[in-house]
């Protein structure tokens, strides 16, 4: 079955059709668009977007209060810039795996979008302009953590550990959990308790929230040679991992109720943290019963309850 098409128009021989320019015309800026749409792609948004959800509320915790709306800015642009560059080199280094996996082969570079020399200068350049930024008008304590973020992120785990260990997940959750103390020392020069239990909190969450995703994507992993733990583990031990560190992410978020919150944090986070660690046993009883198990229900839930909790955060500190 052919598509209906515009109907060709006969024209002079060696005339070029009147409408091949208006064509064209229009085709250029779509292309432009295309081509923006990949290098945005190559920042990967949606955990620019997750970032910043932890990231302001760790400000406004430090502050007491609403920090000044400049400081804010310069660290929301910052971070994103700091993240996007991040996750640009990730692209670069990942881009010959990414063409094996189905999750990722529609990434820029795997569908030749963008070329690999200009994915690496883009990533390069938004980790100095986001370093710079921060030096400026932050501090340099805040502008020291925004580096070593992207350079272990880039170098530590996608590099190393990301193809040579199933611990890849544990140590790489220092760099998703970073923003919490970016945005501290921001705010401060320095970095206090509740600062390291938040901290904790992202940090031990990464494997709750990842592991599901890589038992989706298990026949992905295993294509491409990278040993995520639900490709090379038993399913018992991913399932102990899987509660082990929910337990450890809600015991920590616990711990920052007593260092100057109050109850309008800790009972949301007591609420949150029991659905939190009910949808993790499910996933983690569904599974060890060879039964039909649903993971990202509990990769979704998890985002929900990173989002609530340090919207909690964000709300104590105001009241």
Request: net charge positive.
């Amino acid at each position: 079955m052919s598509m209906i098409t515009d109907r060709p128009v006969s024209t002079p021989a060696g005339q070029q059709p009147v409408r091949t320019a208006a064509k064209e015309a229009v085709a250029a800026p779509r292309d432009i668009r295309a081509v923006l749409s990949a290098y945005v792609a190559l920042t990967k948004p949606r955990i620019v977007e997750l970032l910043l959800v932890t990231t302001v509320p760790a400000m406004m915790l430090a502050d007491g209060g609403l920090p000044s709306l400049w400081l804010v800015a310069v660290v929301l642009v910052g971070g994103s810039l700091a993240a996007g560059a991040a996750s640009v080199i990730n692209c670069y280094i990942d881009r010959d795996i990414d063409q094996v996996m189905r999750r990722t082969k529609r990434r820029p570079l795997p569908a030749h979008t963008v070329t690999p020399r200009n994915a690496l200068i883009f990533g390069l350049v938004l980790a100095a302009v986001s370093v710079a930024l921060m030096a400026a008008f932050t501090n340099l304590l805040a502008a020291g953590l925004t580096l070593a973020a992207i350079v272990y992120y880039d170098v530590v785990y996608t590099l190393w550990l990301k193809r040579t260990t199933t611990a890849n997940t544990f140590w790489g959750g220092a760099c998703g959990a970073a923003p919490v103390l970016i945005g501290w020392a921001a705010v401060t020069g320095s970095l206090a308790p509740a600062a390291w239990a938040l901290f904790a909190v992202v940090f031990f969450w990464q494997m709750p929230h990842f592991y599901p995703l890589a038992m989706k994507y298990k026949d992905d992993y295993a294509r491409a040679g990278i040993p995520m733990l639900p490709v090379v583990a038993s399913t018992r031990r991913v399932n102990a991992e899987i509660i082990i560190f929910a337990w450890l992410t809600v015991a920590s978020s616990l711990a920052v109720w007593p260092l100057g919150m109050s109850p309008i944090y800790g009972l949301p986070s007591l609420v949150v943290g029991a659905i939190f660690l009910v949808e993790a046993h499910k996933l983690a009883r569904r599974s060890a019963r060879g039964q039909a198990v649903k993971p990202m229900r509990l990769f979704h839930w998890s985002t929900t309850y990173l989002t609530i909790l340090f919207a909690a955060v964000a709300l104590d500190a105001l009241i």
